[in-house]
């Protein structure tokens, strides 16, 4: 099916480990975005690419690195995993207008 | 500083009856208005939006209010049906922000039968 696909679904990582988050879209977005769900604070904005080559941060990227690797894929990379960065993970897309396509998450816990 | 809230955790409605979920923002510079709906397991979707120059936008059984004056948007289920149950979010934008979103924490609906 079209859409966003991200994997990992879910990942248990130890503090200090690294890993990447990988997001793919086959809609021809744009945009692309990364969003972290914690409980009592609805979506964040970690970093987006507006467009092929472009990155940038959002409102909480500290911890986090981005790549654009071409129009379609979008990693998020933890180079050093922290207790703090438990969450669920959102990669979405975007074409031109506002609504977003999201996948269905990576639930991230780090012990 | 959450620029978008939504105070209310929670909501319990029938099923048949009308659900008013509520979003509130300090942002004037927000020109653009979503809410998206998400069940568990699974990413968020896309239910219905409004931009900053229309007070309402309806769509089937869903109807979203603006009211600028006040910061302040809600979205109307009528009637709600039992597969409305999920989690709410209302979100914001700002006309040169590239589509970046700031979202409300969310509201949990259940409709009972």
């Known amino acids: 099916n079209a859409g966003v696909t991200q994997t990992p679904k879910f990942q248990v990582l130890k503090t200090g480990q690294s890993m990447t988050l990988q997001c793919a879209q086959d809609m021809n977005h744009n945009s692309m975005y990364w969003y972290r769900q914690d409980p009592g604070m609805g979506l964040r904005l970690i970093y987006y690419?507006?467009?092929?080559?472009?990155?940038d941060k959002g409102e909480v990227p500290n911890g986090y690195n981005v790549s654009r690797l071409n129009k379609r894929e979008f990693s998020l990379r933890l180079e050093s995993a922290a207790p703090s960065q438990t969450s669920v993970y959102f990669c979405?897309?975007?074409?031109?207008?506002?609504?977003?396509?999201f996948g269905s998450g990576t639930r991230l816990t780090v012990v | 500083d959450q620029q978008v809230k939504q105070n209310s955790p929670s909501l319990s409605v029938q099923e048949g009856r009308i659900s008013i979920l509520n979003c509130d923002y300090t942002?004037?510079?927000?020109?653009?208005f979503l809410w998206y709906k998400k069940y568990p397991a699974e990413g968020p979707t896309f239910l219905i939006s409004i931009s900053s120059i229309k007070d309402k936008n309806e769509d089937g059984r869903f109807t979203v209010f603006l009211n600028k004056s006040a910061k302040h948007l809600s979205l109307h289920i009528v009637p709600s049906q039992p597969g409305d149950s999920a989690v709410y979010f209302c979100?914001?934008?700002?006309?040169?922000?590239?589509?970046?979103?700031?979202f409300g924490a969310g509201t949990q609906v259940v409709v009972t039968p």
């Open positions: 942002n004037s510079m927000f020109d653009y």
């Open positions: 690419s507006a467009s092929e080559g472009t990155t």
């Open positions: 979100a914001a934008s700002a006309g040169d922000s590239w589509g970046k979103l700031q």
């Open positions: 979405a897309s975007r074409l031109s207008t506002y609504g977003y396509t």
